[in-house]
Nanobody, 127 residues
Framework: QVQLIESGGGLVQGGGSLRLSCAASGRIFSSYAMGWFRQAPGKEREFVAGISWSGGTTYYADSVKGRFTISRDNAKNTVYLQMNSLKPEDTAVYYC????????????????????WGQGTQVTVSS
């Protein structure tokens, strides 16, 4: 089992920044690829960013590319999402998720593939 707890959400003005954290406990964190997803009211959950368990490979949704950065610290069992130049359309509940992968450079984009999810943290961007 892997337990995931997100933090760092909140209310921010457009153009501002937030840093989300996802702390993991349980099984060996370093063997899990991690992802950030978000879900706005009335919309499906969508992929935001993913990182391989080595940290060497990342992937971003086009909507956040150049503004968001995903990173991880395996020594601290934590994955981060640095969000800059936030827009009102970034408003959503943000979730982190974990999936065990065989290869160190695998990034997983489909939410269906993830085994473990956090409870989510609300991000609200005002215009």
């Amino acid at each position: 089992q892997v337990q995931l707890i997100e933090s760092g959400g909140g209310l921010v003005q457009g153009g501002g920044s937030l840093r989300l954290s996802c702390a993991a406990s349980g099984r060996i964190f370093s063997s899990y690829a991690m992802g950030w997803f978000r879900q706005a009211p009335g919309k499906e959950r969508e992929f935001v960013a993913g990182i391989s368990w080595s940290g060497g490979t990342t992937y971003y949704a086009d909507s956040v590319k150049g503004r968001f950065t995903i990173s991880r610290d395996n020594a601290k069992n934590t994955v981060y999402l640095q969000m800059n130049s936030l827009k009102p359309e970034d408003t959503a509940v943000y979730y982190c998720a974990a999936v065990q992968t065989t290869y160190s450079n695998t990034v997983v984009r489909s939410p269906l593939a993830y085994n473990y999810w956090g409870q989510g943290t609300q991000v609200t961007v005002s215009s």
